[in-house]
């Protein structure tokens, strides 16, 4: 600072006129190049809004495009709920349900499964009715009217139409093998379900027959399996051999007339039914209940179910233990408790026994006082089937040798 004001102190008059000078030259070139007026307010003015817009312009505008939904089965605004012909009550499982038995309470409120509003069936509970939708209680779901029986056989004769020879009948299942074909619908602990039957559907559209492959619980009762597939499909089976079915879907079958079948979104809870094993065993007393549960967690194990394996041959096995003792026991040490309770279930049907408990992971089920062999046993019922491939098995012998002598023998 001391040195500055020496140095303007030395500098002389005409000096310090000439740098005044040239400062002022020099900011006043500057405000002239870069003069601006600075702005009124910095608050910005409301714009005059045109109150007769150009509807042209506005039409040239670029429309804003509106915000992505995601497709919604739920969404049916505006649309008819689904219409079906066909003449059964839709249920969740087809052989895991018996129309028969009645429940006796629900375990939630009676919400569709196919959704709000998008079926024409009112749901019950435990089916959505063919003939009554107004049915409101499960109580109206007790027998199913004979009507739809009838129109069942009527559709299934008319696109079944003339039957298979047996050659045609080899042709188709050699077609269905699994070197041949990879298409293949598995039927497991759930039984036949509703939307299955628009899985056998589809596999028509490609195929004059399907291989279906069964296992868990459902093998039990193999001919229940086989019923209601003919039933609920319109179509054949062909070839069975263990859990392995075949089913052709007729001669006059057209995919594009095809039943509408809508489609469950949730499976619905089961319905409460009555207990199967009781308090006390019926003409028993309650000492005598408790010493015939201790036994027959005691007896020797009868056989070991594998879980999901087939089990076609275990009513038969156990009618024949039951000729020589009174209790059986079944080991199911790996399954889930709701899969052996059905089979439980299935074998006081079908044997017939009475259950005793189900304790421990075993089925220990008592043949009963006065107990007798079916006269009309689960094999007979089984022949049908065997009895077909039997007149097939005769009939290709007969054309064969048609074929090698040239003429029909005597």
Known sequence: MFLAKLSRQNQSPIALAFTCYTRHLSSSNLYDHYSFKPPPSLVPEPQNIDPHPNTRTNYLKKKKKPQYRPPSSLDRTGLKPIHSELPFDFRYSYTET??????IGLREP??????????????????????????RS????????????KKRKETRNRIQGDP????????????????????????????????????????????????????????????NVCTQLEDKTF?????????????YRGRNYNPKKRPVIPLMLWRPHEPVYPRLIKTTIDGLSIEETKEMRKRGLAVPVLTKL????????????????FIFADLVRIDCQGLERSDYKKIGC?????????????????????????????????????????????????????????????????
Request: glycine letters at 8%; a negative charge; one cysteine or more.
């Open 306 to 321: 594998a879980k999901n394996g087939y089990y076609g041959s275990l009513v038969p096995m156990v009618r024949d233990a």
């Open 235 to 247: 179509g054949k089976i062909i070839h069975k051999q263990g859990g392995l079915l075949m089913l």
């Open 138 to 149: 499960v109580e109206g779901a007790e027998e199913e009217d004979p009507k739809l029986e």
């Open 164 to 223: 298979l020879t047996g050659a045609e009948r080899k042709i188709l299942v050699e077609k269905c093998q699994r070197h041949k074909t990879k298409r293949q619908i598995n039927l497991g602990r759930d039984g036949l379900t509703h939307n299955m039957l628009n899985d056998i559907h589809n596999h028509w559209k490609h195929a004059e027959a399907v291989r279906i492959k069964c296992l868990g619980v459902p093998t039990v009762d193999m001919k």
């Open 110 to 135: 009676k919400y569709s499964p196919f959704g709000p509003g998008r079926v024409d069936r009112e749901w019950t509970g435990v089916c959505a009715p063919a003939l009554d939708p107004k049915v």
């Open 98 to 103: 018996s129309p028969t038995v009645r429940p």
């Open 346 to 410: 299935k074998l006081r049907d079908l044997v017939p026994c009475i259950p005793v408990t189900f304790d421990k992971e075993q089925i220990v089920v008592w043949r009963g006082r006065d107990y007798k062999p079916p006269e009309d046993g689960y094999f007979a019922t089984d022949q049908e089937s065997a009895d077909d491939l039997n007149m097939i098995s005769a009939a290709d012998e007969h054309e064969s040798d048609v074929d090698n002598n040239g003429s029909q023998p005597s």
